[in-house]
């Protein structure tokens, strides 16, 4: 059973930075690529940034481009999602996501294809 555990989130200013961690664990963590959706109220889970299982691919959608970057430690079991110049819009609850094949060549930024969710952290902005 994989687990993966979201934190860092919270509440933070316009302009300002926030870096999401997320621990996984119950399976070979190295192996496999990650994600990061969130959902703001009202709204679908959308894609916001992948990382294949090496971290030799990223890709991050259009919306954060510039202002988000992920990364992953596998020493650590861990995924990051580094969220720059924060804007109001960006508020939403973000889930990081396992993919469900192992060595994927590339990332995937299709939300049936991640088969690990985590609970959700919450990140407000404010304007």
């Known amino acids: 059973q994989v687990q993966l555990v979201e934190s860092g989130g919270g509440l933070v200013q316009a302009g300002g930075s926030l870096r999401l961690s997320c621990a996984a664990s119950?399976?070979?963590?190295?192996?496999?690529?990650m994600g990061w959706f969130r959902q703001a109220p009202g709204k679908e889970r959308e894609f916001v940034a992948a990382i294949s299982w090496s971290g030799g691919r990223t890709f991050v959608a259009d919306s954060v481009k510039g202002r988000f970057t992920i990364s992953r430690d596998n020493a650590k079991n861990t995924v990051y999602l580094q969220m720059n110049s924060l804007k109001p819009e960006d508020t939403a609850v973000y889930y990081c996501?396992?993919?469900?094949?192992?060595?994927?060549?590339?990332?995937?930024?299709?939300?049936?294809?991640?088969?690990?969710w985590g609970q959700g952290t919450q990140v407000t902005v404010s304007s």
């Open positions: 996501a396992a993919d469900r094949a192992s060595l994927r060549v590339t990332v995937t930024t299709i939300r049936s294809e991640y088969g690990y």
């Open positions: 119950g399976r070979t963590f190295s192996s496999y690529g």
